[in-house]
Structures are given as structure tokens and as C-alpha cells.
């Protein structure tokens, strides 16, 4: 992507959101700020290839070069870069169907993303097949409400990462759907789900209160939203009922959104949810701007690869 574009997609749609009490009301302030960097996929469905010219929805878009040019540039502008995933990294071509999941694993290596959570699609070869090519995945798997105790997955995930950018504490915690009536019992054996509200209050706890961290970003392969009258937990839902969550990465329902959603959290701070369709078309892009008391604001756009 030309240097150029990418200025043009990355500006437009952009919204300024307070976190805190920083309000970054000029350019001169922001540039005086440090900025954080989080880009971020979720669905990709072990999409290697772009889309081919003639595909009537998704013509030319896509595929793992692309996007690794893009996050490449956005690296050398920023150092100070997280690479993240929201899970179903698996399942969707004959990539996945031969390989077993060992190719996509080793490009998002290559890509050097820093962490990624568990979707249900994940388990399509059974845990056993997840867990066999964990050896190809260079970076951490982070999962808060699966409890693989009784698993062979046990020990080989974390409930969460704190990662150190320009003296700023960033904690990750990941949180999966409930694998019941989506992933046949066979293939996920005795893991044990866990409620994504409790595990959030409990992890943001550690992160925040022990860990101190500045900002607080959690992986969720839960959902963008059911409405209202459903019992399910979706992102939106989650932000609402919890605190301390800066940014919800999304995934499972496949929402395209242009811009992050901001919502109201239980004290009546902002949370900001994001997600970026599926297939690796898109990488979301979140900037957080901190002032010297480490108070916080952030922008965020989708951008297409």
C-alpha cells in the first residue's frame, strides 16, 4: 500500500475518545504525547492468498503479503507497535485442510504478531491438532475463561501478557465463546468454560491493582453484539458490565466496523470495541496517546489490506 493511501484510509473516520481526563485537544499535544500502536486482526480462516479479481465481493483484497507491507510500515513510523489476533485463525481454505493449521501459524510468526486468543474454529482438527502445532506459533496464546487443566492444552496458554512499550505496561487478557452447541464435545474434550464477566473483573483486578498497568486490552472471541433480549455475552454487553477494560478486540461474529464503537462502562468510563470483518482484509489500527501522568485518549479505523 502507497504511502499516501494508506494516510488517506488511516485519517478518515478517526474519532478522538478520551480515556481518562486527557483531552488532546491539539496536534501540538499529541505529538508531545507517546503513542502506543495496537493493530489487530480476527477471522482470518487461514485466508493465505488474496482474493482472486474476479471474486464478486472481496476482489483483490487481502492476503498475508499485503498485510504484512502494511504492518510493516506502520512499524517503521511507529516502533512502538502490538500485533494482536482475536482468534479463528483457523478453518476456510485448502490451507487449512492440508496443513492442519502449521502454514498460518508460521507467516503470523513471520509477522511477528505478540499474542493471539482461542476461537471455536480453532478446535476443528480437535485440541489435539491445536496443540500439535503450537511448536509453529511463535508468540503466546492468551485465554482467561477456558480452563484446560484437565486438557492437553494445559500450561501452554496464559490468562494473560504485560508488555512494555516507551515505559507504558500493557495488559492482555483473552476470552473465548462458550463451546457448547458450536464445537462438538469430541474436540474439545474436558476444557471448561468460564463466565467472560467474572474473568474480566478478576482479570483486569491482577492487571490493573498488581501489575499496574497502564492500559488494559482484552482479546475476545465473544461476539459484537446478540441484542438486547439475548442471554449471550457479547462484546458490547461485556463492556458495559465491567471496568478498567481500555479496548475490546472482537471477533466470532464477523462485523465490519470502519471505527471503534465507544461504550459506557459499569463507572460510567469509556470502553472502546472494535472488530474488522474476517479473511484478513482488513487490520484495525488503535493509537493511544499518553501525557506525561499517563492519562489516556485513543483514535481508531479500519484499514483495508
Do not use: W
Request: glycine share 8%; proline share 3%.
Amino acid at each position: 500500500m502507497k504511502r499516501r493511501n494508506f494516510i488517506q484510509q488511516a485519517t478518515a473516520g478517526t474519532a478522538l475518545v478520551s480515556l481518562g481526563t486527557f483531552g488532546l485537544q491539539s496536534f501540538s499535544t499529541i505529538n508531545q504525547a507517546k503513542k502506543i500502536t495496537i493493530l489487530h486482526t480476527n477471522d482470518v480462516h487461514s485466508h493465505i492468498d488474496a482474493f482472486p479479481d474476479d471474486d464478486p465481493r472481496n476482489a483483490n483484497k487481502g492476503g498475508v503479503a499485503r498485510r504484512a507491507t502494511l504492518i510493516e510500515s506502520i512499524r517503521k513510523e511507529n516502533p512502538n507497535t502490538l500485533l494482536l489476533d482475536a482468534g479463528d485463525i483457523f478453518q476456510g481454505t485448502p490451507y487449512f485442510n492440508y496443513y492442519g493449521g502449521e502454514l498460518e501459524f508460521k507467516l503470523m510468526s513471520k509477522l511477528k504478531y505478540d499474542a493471539a486468543t482461542i476461537g471455536n474454529h480453532d478446535y476443528d482438527n480437535g485440541i489435539e491438532g491445536l496443540y500439535a502445532q503450537l511448536p509453529h506459533a511463535e508468540f503466546d496464546f492468551i485465554s482467561s475463561n477456558y480452563d484446560f487443566s484437565n486438557t492437553i492444552m494445559d500450561t501452554h496458554t496464559k490468562p494473560y501478557r504485560v508488555f512494555k512499550k516507551d515505559g507504558i505496561s500493557i495488559g492482555v487478557f483473552g476470552l473465548g465463546v462458550e463451546l457448547n452447541g458450536l464445537v462438538t464435545p469430541a474436540n474439545f474434550k474436558e476444557t471448561k468454560y468460564l463466565d467472560p464477566i467474572e474473568m474480566s473483573q478478576e482479570m483486569t483486578r491482577i492487571l490493573k491493582e498488581e501489575k499496574g498497568c497502564d492500559l488494559i486490552i482484552c482479546l475476545s472471541h465473544l461476539g459484537y453484539d446478540y441484542g438486547e433480549n439475548s442471554s449471550k455475552i457479547s462484546d458490547l454487553k461485556l463492556a458495559k458490565a465491567t471496568k478498567d477494560i481500555d479496548l475490546i478486540i472482537g471477533g466470532h461474529t464477523h462485523t465490519f466496523l470502519s471505527k471503534p464503537t465507544v461504550v459506557e462502562n459499569i463507572e460510567g468510563k469509556n470502553t472502546l470495541v472494535n472488530q474488522v470483518g474476517c479473511y484478513g482484509i482488513n487490520v484495525g489500527r488503535i493509537d493511544f496517546y499518553f501525557d506525561t501522568d499517563k492519562n489516556k485518549s485513543a483514535n481508531g479505523v479500519s484499514i483495508s489490506v
